[in-house]
């Protein structure tokens, strides 16, 4: 296996960090579909293992869904939300399971109250639930026991709910989590591979924009398009 070094920042990790880096001036993807085809590239040597992809919705099934189809590996879903500041939506707080298992942002959790995070937290597991039900029409998970699970998402800035769904999966003890990221924060990249047996990343900016800096084009996506790509994965 080729480990080509991140160009900003040493490996500090036994973990294995393989980061597939550009000229900065062409760190943007077509599309979704453009990004999901090149991490499929770079994932090759999991064709043929025993392996469950898992995308994270709504944005990262795309990505998910050309991966498993290159792979030719099953798909499922892991459903973790994002819980944002108050009057900063954008920015993560928290992140939260389907369960109602939750990790935060230990610098900004000593401000908020416990009634609001409350109150937020139950919001989000009621919209992840709604959303497993939506695109999988309440199917029970796929056993990744002992397989390799490879965790995707369209991109990431702080990696809480990468995270969170990484300890989500480890509770299903798959016998390796691979997560694979087209584009990623250099601070989410040293939370993630604390966490991965094997982090995959396409870019590592030096200075990090929203994810869809990094898109030429970057709609959001709708539950009707997940419902499709689902059921054209074989799992819906």
């Given at each position: 296996?080729?480990?080509?070094?991140?160009?900003?920042?040493p490996?500090?990790?036994?973990?294995?960090?393989i980061i597939?880096?550009?000229?900065?001036?062409?760190?943007?993807?077509?599309?979704?579909?453009?990004?999901?085809?090149?991490l499929?590239?770079?994932?090759?040597?999991?064709?043929?293992?025993?392996t469950v992809v898992?995308?994270?919705?709504r944005?990262?099934?795309?990505l998910?869904?050309q991966?498993a189809?290159?792979?030719?590996?099953p798909l499922?879903?892991i459903?973790?939300r994002?819980?944002?500041?108050?009057g900063?939506?954008?920015?993560?707080?928290?992140?939260?399971?389907?369960?109602?298992r939750?990790?935060?942002?230990k610098?900004?959790i000593?401000?908020i109250?416990?009634?609001?995070l409350?109150?937020?937290?139950?919001k989000?597991?009621q919209?992840?639930?709604?959303?497993?039900?939506?695109?999988?029409?309440?199917?029970r998970?796929?056993?990744v026991?002992?397989k390799v699970?490879?965790?995707?998402?369209?991109?990431?800035?702080t990696?809480?709910?990468?995270?969170?769904?990484?300890q989500?999966?480890?509770?299903?003890?798959p016998?390796?989590?691979?997560?694979?990221v087209?584009?990623?924060?250099?601070?989410?990249?040293?939370?993630?591979?604390?966490?991965?047996?094997?982090?995959?990343?396409l870019?590592?900016?030096?200075?990090?924009?929203?994810?869809?800096?990094?898109?030429?084009q970057?709609?959001?996506?709708?539950?009707e398009?997940?419902?499709?790509?689902?059921?054209?994965?074989?799992?819906?």
């Amino acid at each position: 296996m080729i480990i080509l070094h991140n160009l900003f920042h040493p490996l500090k990790s036994a973990r294995t960090l393989i980061i597939f880096q550009w000229q900065i001036a062409s760190m943007r993807f077509k599309d979704r579909v453009d990004a999901g085809q090149m991490l499929a590239a770079a994932l090759e040597n999991y064709r043929g293992k025993d392996t469950v992809v898992y995308a994270l919705p709504r944005g990262g099934v795309i990505l998910g869904y050309q991966i498993a189809k290159a792979l030719n590996t099953p798909l499922d879903l892991i459903i973790t939300r994002k819980i944002g500041y108050p009057g900063n939506p954008e920015c993560a707080l928290c992140a939260v399971s389907e369960e109602g298992r939750m990790i935060c942002d230990k610098s900004g959790i000593s401000i908020i109250s416990d009634d609001w995070l409350k109150s937020e937290a139950q919001k989000e597991m009621q919209e992840a639930k709604r959303r497993r039900e939506t695109y999988l029409s309440g199917r029970r998970p796929l056993s990744v026991e002992g397989k390799v699970a490879i965790v995707v998402d369209d991109g990431v800035a702080t990696g809480l709910t990468l995270l969170l769904a990484v300890q989500v999966l480890r509770d299903r003890h798959p016998g390796k989590v691979v997560v694979a990221v087209p584009v990623a924060s250099e601070d989410a990249v040293e939370k993630l591979r604390a966490v991965a047996d094997e982090l995959v990343v396409l870019v590592v900016p030096p200075y990090f924009e929203a994810v869809g800096a990094y898109y030429q084009q970057f709609p959001q996506l709708t539950d009707e398009e997940v419902v499709a790509l689902m059921r054209a994965s074989g799992k819906g």
